[in-house]
């Protein structure tokens, strides 16, 4: 296989020319391979049509996708759901009890050494499953990234870590550009998407944000291509506070018709991202913020209202508190594992998840409550 090694110079040479900030801020990724001893590593693959230059994984768009295979520490000292990317430029370097940095960087020097390399990562580790996360609006490489590593080590998610990082302008003010990306972003997503199912892998979709629409419209032109093989091997979709239009949405289900399953959204009334989106787009909701699922009910979906939680570390928003909130990540790991709570029937996920769960026609709403104060 063909691989180019990552350091920590390649990534950060000519990074104070880049215009790159994610919500709130953040900065990029950043290579430390002293942190192998200190954190608990997580694999994670990515699939990008951001261009590499000058070091540094940029906003700007590629047709052809690029992999690279990271190495991301969890690092030792963090609250549940924290995502807190360490700061280049600190004199004193990167706390690693409590920041997140990888420790290596290859790239992959094609599709078919990516499909080998995940190959070989379904050999270790024994699974026949990836997870691909999304990314939503305004996020950077590494935000992306971290949050990926985050994602499954917080939710014990079996499956191999994949993240599609699509180009985002990485910037609050550039909500236009990453609409225009989101879309840019169909064709990138499907070949990832067959490539793990041709490395002998089924599929678990997981996106943001923004990101569900991606998710949303590669689902649809399969269907539309007749792409039923590859539906067939897709396990599974989750969405955290899609930036949809509920009109929208409703037209992406009627064309993809039956969904893969389980097929789970998580909403927050609390989520002012999604509140300005709306008011932007001239709409009173989005679908990640639904007061009144109605308008679900004829899909066989499963909503997770988390309304009853804050978002956790730099989630202030509350725009991500389906995987940021300490809370909530406690109680679906308390409900016998993910997959499995979302698995079983209405009847049975009463006695896993607390809260009300109502039925909506075809759909089913669970209004998380707290167990302890949030």
Known sequence: MTRASITRRSLLCGAAALPLAACGGVPDLMIVPEAATIGTAETVFVATNRVFADGAFQAARQETLSFTEFTVEIPPERETGAVQPARPGRRRGPDLQTEF?????????????????????????????????????????????????????DFQIPGIAVHYAWPSAGNPLGYAYDRDSSLFARDGLEQLITDIQAAGLNVVLTAHSLGSTVVMEVLRQLRIGGR??????????????????????????????????????????????????ARITG???????????????????????????????????????GASSPAVVQILNDAAGVNNSFEQSTTQRAGLLPGTILTIQNATQIMLSPINAN
């Open 101 to 153: 940095v990888a420790s290596s960087g290859n790239h992959l020097g094609s599709r078919d050494t990516f499909r080998a390399a995940l190959r070989a990562e379904a050999r270790r580790t024994g699974v026949n499953e990836a997870m691909i996360f999304i990314h939503g609006f305004a996020s950077t490489i590494g935000t992306g990234l971290y949050r990926t590593a985050q994602i499954r080590y």
């Open 283 to 321: 709409q009173a909701e989005r679908v990640g913020n639904l007061s009144i699922p109605d308008a679900l009910g004829d899909y066989e979906i499963t909503i997770i209202d988390v309304s009853a939680f804050r978002g956790g570390v730099r989630d202030t928003f509350n725009h991500f508190s």
């Open 228 to 277: 039923t093989d590859v539906l067939a091997r897709i396990n599974g979709v989750i969405l955290f506070s899609p930036d949809i239009d509920v009109d929208v949405f409703r037209a992406q289900a009627d064309r993809i018709g039956e969904l893969p399953q389980p097929f789970v959204i998580f909403t927050s009334q609390r989520d002012q991202a999604l509140r300005l989106s």
